[in-house]
């Protein structure tokens, strides 16, 4: 081969197109298999159809960072089966390139010479693939064997202090692996993938030619897997393998499914549910159960003795995901993991005895008694950090005694330390624990705020003494408070109000109207674009009289508490008298 030296870095983004790619059939909308950063939650479920992808090789001066250089960079920038772009540049690595690299790569010291410094080669390359700056069509990197071409990246990075993107990463090596069986290819190296997808480029050792080689076998790779049902991201990254035969054949049951956004239960040959699940678009959803993109075993096991699948359709996606809490919670079906931990959540409540105390009680809905609680909590050592902090500043006993009338005994060590009035001393005087017990009620109901500050000094002063991990204690203590307070506050004004109308306008410009009694979703709707609302919201309001329900579960009223408070949610309607105490964008009455 015959290398003519060169100090460009080469960019030709008008390209031809590949042959358009087949397979992308199903939208695996609620992947969970997947193990992602928030920042990318979303961009990995995006259609590989729609996905940038840029494939890059390098070629080095030896295989470890600490002691070699990049001396080529070629990319290849795709998207739809369709060439955006290529990149070329030799890099000088600063260093002297071994004899029997220059005669694997053909790479010498001559053609590396006048070349761009690594710096200047890794902006250029990263502005060619769209990390550079701020963007919402993020690309994806994709290299074969990418452990290897990504670490010298992140490597000449970290050393000329240029920023890492951390983009999502595909592993050609590891998807050859997943998809391909031993009597298909007998190793996953590059020629080898290239040779059995028919690449037109062959793998040469230089860096643009093997990305090229490694775009066909990409291609090749997505196609296999959109056989299989398998079109977005996610989907791709956490493919493991072929279906079983049992679980493909029952795709028939996803038969009649809607494409719509609703509820689906999976039943035994009993007609008991099994598994209850949502998704925006059920049947793609349904349909990724019969395919290797469903990667848990529970779920493998429930579709092998699944036997029908119901699908309730709904009007919105709050609907959606209170009618799967319901259900979940009525049926309890066994492959959800929800029903394992029954909707009993954590609170604090003030017992109810002659000398109350402070007590974690387990509830699924809130108190709809005369107990005072704060809650729920994420869990019972939060309540634990919630006492705690109470007692920092409050008298209230701490013991777990039951104190009568006749009860007389020795105070505790809090009574000597002035933590506790010591009501079980014979003669104590109740007057003075009743205005005690007055003050933690005013905290728990509205006005934590005693307590907090008391908190803050401490917290300084620990601070102050260098005592952090003491501060850090206090600071848990005092916010597991205020959420409880604030948290209970809300979910009462709420509960309280008999009927609540709101509204969301949606992405296709219709409007999404829910109305909502004590706390409950009694009825939703979906107001078409174009139309006026108000006879759907009248519609709503009039079948949500006929709602009615004893018990309304604590998850419940936060899934409404989490829809409400979202940006663009609308006050239609409220019960005259009744106020909420959560700020909301009060709107005029929608046209």
Known sequence: MTLEPTSDITINTVR?????????????TGMTAL??????????????????????????????????????IGAVKVRGGQVLGEFQTFVNPGMPIPAFISVLTGITEHHVANAPTTASALVAFLEFAGFAGASEDLPVLVAHNAPFDVGFLKDACARNAVVWPAPLIVDTVTLARRILTGSEVHNRKLATLAEYFHSPTSPTHRALDDARATVHVLHGLIERVGNLAVSDLAGLMSFSGQATEKRRRKRHLADGIPDSPGVYVFYDHANRPLYVGTSRNMRKRVMSYFTAAETRKRMTAMVEIAQRVQAIVCATALEAAIRELRMINEHRPRFNQRSRNPERTAWIALTNERFPRFSIVRQSHP???????????????AAQHAIDAMHEGLLIRQCKDRISAKTSQTPCALFEMKRCIAPCRDGSDTSAYEEIVAHATEVMLSNPSVV???????????????????????????????????TAARLRSLCAIPEFVAAASTVDGGWDIHVIRHGALAASAHARPGISPRPTMQAARTMGQNYQSDVTLVSETQLVLRWLTQPGVRLIHMTPGFNWATPIAVSPTLQ
């Open 367 to 381: 108190a709809h008694d005369d107990r005072v609680t704060i809650g729920p909590f994420r869990s019972a050592d």
């Open 452 to 486: 907090i500050n008391a908190l803050t000094m401490r917290m300084n002063a620990c601070s102050d003494d260098q005592r952090f991990e003491d501060a850090a204690l206090i600071r848990d203590r005092a916010a597991a408070l205020k959420a409880g307070v604030n």
């Open 16 to 28: 031809p197109t590949y042959p358009e790619m087949s397979g992308f059939a199903c939208n695996l």
């Open 35 to 72: 193990t992602l950063d928030d920042a990318f939650a979303e961009h990995a479920s995006a259609q590989l159809a729609d996905v940038t992808f840029v494939v890059v090789d390098l070629e080095t001066t030896g295989g470890r960072t600490s002691d070699s250089g990049i001396t080529e």
